[in-house]
Nanobody, 116 residues
Framework: QVQLVESGGGLVQAGGSLRLSCAASGSIFRITAVGWYRQAPGKQRELVATITSGGETTNYADSVKGRFTISRDNTKNTAYLQMNSLKPEDTALYHC?????????WGQGTQVTVSS
């Protein structure tokens, strides 16, 4: 079993930065490609960034490319999302999880709110 705990969200003004963390239990995390997802009220969950198990390859949604950076430290079983130049449309509840359709139980997520 894997547990995921997201943290680092908060309230920030447009143009500001936040760094989200995703702490995962178990060594299985080290061989799992992960992504950051977000969901705003009334909208479907969106995958915004992915990273391969060894960190070699990253991908981003067009909406965040150039502003967000995903990374991971497998020695700490932790993934990160550095968010710069935040926009109000980035406001959402952010989760981490596996990618490819085989999800672990979802954590509580961390709320990011960007004000104008």
């Amino acid at each position: 079993q894997v547990q995921l705990v997201e943290s680092g969200g908060g309230l920030v003004q447009a143009g500001g930065s936040l760094r989200l963390s995703c702490a995962a239990s178990g060594s299985i995390f080290r061989i799992t490609a992960v992504g950051w997802y977000r969901q705003a009220p009334g909208k479907q969950r969106e995958l915004v960034a992915t990273i391969t198990s060894g960190g070699e390859t990253t991908n981003y949604a067009d909406s965040v490319k150039g502003r967000f950076t995903i990374s991971r430290d497998n020695t700490k079983n932790t993934a990160y999302l550095q968010m710069n130049s935040l926009k109000p449309e980035d406001t959402a509840l952010y989760h981490c999880n596996a990618i490819g359709g085989r999800y672990y139980p979802w954590g509580q997520g961390t709320q990011v709110t960007v004000s104008s």
